[in-house]
């Protein structure tokens, strides 16, 4: 039962690559046959397999714009890369990457100029800051610095908007803004006391995500 | 005196009944010609390929869009007196359809700009509103829509979802095999969920229940979160609040490995019909590596899907439906 359960383990982590075309020789007749008689791998491939079908289907118009591909594809590429490494989660995410990259391009034919901006390359900056769970702990002040960044920036662009927004979306994002501010507050003054403590890293890299993701929601409307 | 008062009053009377009566007929007339504006007809139809994109702005008010077994856009709606134009065009990528207030409205709040989109039914639909609500039904296509504080509501079952307000309520119901909607400070609500899921707030509340969830993460800052449901084996989701109590409500016979960390709130579980196993910790079942009312690690009816859970200073109940 162990060595099936370890068996499944190990080719569950390869079938990224198996849908990858990485795989060859002996390793590839091994995931194979192990699919041959595991109906959860099989599922799993199925979806996967079909998911990706149905992104690469999507139509043209919901292609990224050149301005903003470059950073999407490295952080792609980046998460395609640790999927090789091992990760199951990576093919999703590495498809999800690619949908969210079709709602980025929905969303510049709106706004009608096309450009992403310096905010929002910032932004994409501090997204893919402290990503390093060693990296995390021991220069988490960096990441921070990143995010920080990248906030600072979009609060000039969401300032220059003026009465673009209005005053009721206004007083909503400076209402969460404090709500953000606070938890970051909390989590720094924790991890202050305890600076090695994981967890308290991931909440503070997550409040900062959670700050820079709303405005650079926000400016773009 | 008084005679002439009373004349000069009579008289008076006479041109202010006159004037009052001239003033609501004008008042009448400008109504009318306003209510014209604000009730003028637009209904236009434009061929479409059946699986094309759509995109529709309306900064003046809601959109409902529903799919027909029809290869065309068809638009219906009475246009405000806000509205300037509904430019309706087609190329060889998409259909259009922008609502162009008049520059006097601009950066105003307006609202009485309803419009009707039937689209085909496997068509990829986008729309942006300022605080009209968007409504989704019976499309097959990819979804995204985006508002400043209209409610998103997407029934049925698109194959992509992204849906995004700031202040807005966001509500799907239905079968997507990618979904990712948020809400600065609205409520985010998805049933039926399957597939790869990302749920986000600040503030406002998420609950999700589906079966079948084979990835994602459901995340807010000072929200709570409700999930209800089942996991594929295999599959890998998180949880995580700032300040948010967490519930996930399970099935018994959820096959699932569990880390959960509270660091300045509790954990709490209630596990009755399921076989749980610990690993390290106190021996207590479902306790692990730490203070079990703050880390929890541990195993129902022997793993399968990896939930991560995660709370700064929230409190997290995980519980087995009786």
Known sequence: ?221 | MGMTTKRMTTKDGTRGRFRAAVSALLLLAAWTAGDAGAQQRFDEGRLAAPDGTVKITNPAGAVRVTGWSVDSVRVTGRLGEEVADVEFTTDERATYVRVVPREAWRDRPVGGTDLEVRVPRSSHVAVRTQEGAIEIRRVSGAVDLESATGDLRIHDDPRFVYARSVGGNVEITGVSKVMRASSVAGAVSVEHAAGYIELSTVSGPIRLSGRNLWEGRVQTVSGDIRFEGDFQEGGSFGFESNSGRIELVLSPHIRADFDVTAYAGRVETELAGATVSGRGGTGRPGTATGDPEHERVFSLNGGGARLNVRTFKGSIRIATRP
């Open chain 1, 1 to 221: 039962m162990n060595a099936n359960r370890s068996d499944h383990e190990s080719v569950k982590a390869r079938l990224d690559d198996l849908l990858d075309g990485q795989l060859s020789g002996r390793t590839r007749r091994e995931v194979e046959g192990h699919l041959e008689t595991c109906a959860a791998c099989r599922a799993a491939v199925s979806t996967r397999r079909e998911l990706l079908d149905e992104i690469a289907a999507l139509p043209r118009s919901v292609e990224p714009s050149r301005e903003l591909w470059p950073d999407i594809r490295s952080r792609l590429e980046e998460r395609e890369a640790r999927g090789r490494a091992g990760s199951l989660r990576a093919l999703a995410a590495a498809a999800t990457v690619a949908l969210l990259a079709g709602a980025a391009a929905l969303t510049l034919w709106l706004s009608g100029d096309g450009d992403p901006t310096e905010a929002s390359r910032a932004a994409e900056r501090g997204a893919s800051a402290g990503e390093d769970p060693v990296a995390l702990v021991t220069d988490w002040r960096s990441f921070e610095r990143e995010y920080a960044g990248a906030a600072e920036e979009l609060q000039e662009t969401l300032d220059e908007l003026g009465d673009q927004l209005s005053p009721e979306t206004r007083r909503i994002v400076e209402r969460n803004l404090d709500v953000i501010d606070a938890a970051i507050a909390e989590s720094r003054a924790a991890l202050e006391g305890d600076p090695a403590n994981r967890e308290l890293a991931r909440a503070l890299r997550s409040a900062w995500s959670s700050k820079v993701e709303m405005l650079q929601y926000v400016t773009r409307l």
